[in-house]
T-cell receptor, first 115, second 112 residues
């Protein structure tokens, strides 16, 4: 089954304790992206990757890191989490695009709480 | 940079047609307009995408005027299961990367 998976689905942690949220897709998509979703703010892009070893900042990259060593995986790293990073996180991938077309497949989400 | 603006919420009744409009005044020449649907505790799901004029699929229609500064998602004969948040998305900076800007979403409530 074609899908985007994220782990963990739920995580409660404390300020400053490094964590990684994994994201994997089995559709051989080139484009992958991370979003955070907060009440009243909708979905905001954190980082995206056009292909292996190619990453770039989205709208809200501060406090986050990503890597793209393999096509299927795109982990999100919080080196020193803070309470303002408490949010619902989504990973997404999409196939190669022509022009400005974009069809993204989203993962189920990771609910992160930083105490 | 393109920015999208949508109504925060809308109410409807079963069987009615619902139209949700998104404004994107600074849309660039190569940008497409895409709409997603999101249910609670799930990731957004692609509904429809278009560049200009009208696009229709089995779920919805998308109307885009000639100036492309807005787009309207049309859901025919909604049911209770269409209660969700609907996001308008414009792809920007295509030639320089893949930055995506989502609107704040429109929460549609369908009542019996």
């Amino acid at each position: 089954e074609a899908q985007v998976t994220q782990n963990p689905r739920y995580l409660i942690t404390v300020t400053g304790k490094k964590l990684t949220v994994t994201c994997s897709q089995n559709m051989n998509h080139e484009y992958m992206s991370w979003y955070r979703q907060d009440p009243g703010l909708g979905l905001r892009q954190i980082y995206y990757s056009m292909n292996v070893e190619v990453t770039d900042k989205g709208d809200v990259p501060e406090g986050y890191k990503v890597s793209r060593k393999e096509k299927r995986n795109f982990p999100l790293i919080l080196e020193s989490p803070s309470p303002n990073q408490t949010s619902l996180y989504f990973c997404a991938s999409s196939p190669p695009r022509e022009r400005g077309e974009n069809t993204q497949y989203f993962g189920p989400g990771t609910r992160l709480t930083v105490l | 940079l393109a920015k999208t603006t949508q109504p925060i919420s809308m109410d409807s009744y079963e069987g009615q047609e619902v139209n949700i409009t998104c404004s994107h005044n600074n849309i660039a020449t190569n940008d497409y307009i895409t709409w997603y649907q999101q249910f609670p505790s799930q990731g957004p799901r692609f509904i429809i995408q278009g560049y200009k004029t009208k696009v229709t699929n089995e779920v919805a229609s998308l109307f885009i005027p000639a100036d492309r500064k807005s787009s309207t998602l049309s859901l025919p004969r909604v049911s209770l299961s269409d209660t969700a948040v609907y996001y308008c998305l414009v792809v920007i900076l295509y030639n320089q990367g893949g930055k995506l800007i989502f609107g704040q979403g429109t929460e549609l409530s369908v009542k019996p």
